[in-house]
């Protein structure tokens, strides 16, 4: 009897810890209010912005309810565009918000590029690095063909970008390859525009070409991260000595 009691209580007690271990579900007006609380640090005025955009949009409803009807339903149908306006003025001030937030990191034109939609695809790492002063270069496939998005100062990317134009070039001659520069520099595209500015390239591809695209591209590879010198680890050998501990 000792025994069955205490596999039972062993059985109670998994239960309780994986009961214990399970994360809350987070509903969606928690989400909102954490991205509430993310913009509203970097900018304060939000939180009367949307008050404004919400009054505003009422306003007019009930103003036009007066003129030509009923009041009451035009304040039915007002208040809620008047919280879309809110909304809207929020998911804006937000993505402004987060621009600012990754704006001078390595990697910040990739996290903006993860924004763009219709069918683009951008690899997670860059396909050319400079290491030193922390340049990089990105790629993406789409339907206007190949993007090559770079992250640096003019004058230091364009060797990188020239180089990797290259080298798509060798492999798929007749696509389009566009080169976009990303920055604050003179010619460059700022970083809160530089996925408007993917989107907006015209297309001229079909689908089954760009996965076919996709496929050589993976051919070409990435950054090949480079071997310290004096140890080739294709050639290392254990020491059997250490190893019986002698």
């Given amino acids: 009897m000792a025994r069955t009691s205490s596999g039972g ?14 994360p809350k579900k987070r509903r969606w007006y928690h989400q909102l209010w954490d991205v509430y609380q993310m913009t509203r640090k970097q900018n304060p005025l939000v939180t009367w912005w949307m008050l404004a955009s919400f009054v505003g949009v009422v306003a007019v409803a009930l103003l036009i ?5 009923p009041w009451i339903y035009a304040l039915v149908v007002g208040v809620p565009f008047g919280v879309l306006a809110a909304m809207f003025v929020l998911s804006r001030s937000a993505e402004k ?6 704006a ?22 860059p396909v050319a690095v400079d290491a030193r002063n922390q340049d ?6 789409g339907r206007a063909g190949v993007v090559l998005v770079s992250e640096g100062p003019p ?9 990797e134009r290259k080298k798509v070039g060798r492999i798929l001659s007749n696509v389009p390859v566009t080169l976009i520069q990303c920055g604050d520099g003179e010619g460059q595209v700022p970083l809160t525009k530089v996925a408007r500015a993917v989107t907006k390239l015209k297309s001229t591809l079909t689908r089954a070409e760009v996965a076919e695209i996709s496929k050589r591209l993976k051919a070409i590879g990435g950054v090949k991260l480079p071997i310290p010198k004096g140890v080739d680890p294709t050639r290392a050998r254990p ?5 019986r501990g002698r």
């Avoid at 309810?65 to 009807?69: H, R, S």
């Avoid at 004058?155 to 180089?163: A, E, G, K, S, T």
């Fill in 9 to 22: 209580d062993a059985r109670k007690d998994v239960a309780a810890a994986s009961q214990q271990k399970k």
């Fill in 65 to 69: 309810g007066v003129l030509t009807g």
């Fill in 97 to 102: 918000a987060a621009y600012t937030q990754i």
């Fill in 104 to 125: 001078g990191q390595p990697g910040a034109a990739r996290a903006a590029l993860g924004t763009v939609r219709g069918g683009w695809t951008f690899e997670d790492e």
């Fill in 136 to 141: 990089f270069v990105f790629r993406g496939v």
């Fill in 155 to 163: 004058h230091r990317v364009n060797r990188l970008l020239d180089q």
């Fill in 239 to 243: 020491d059997r000595k250490g190893m």
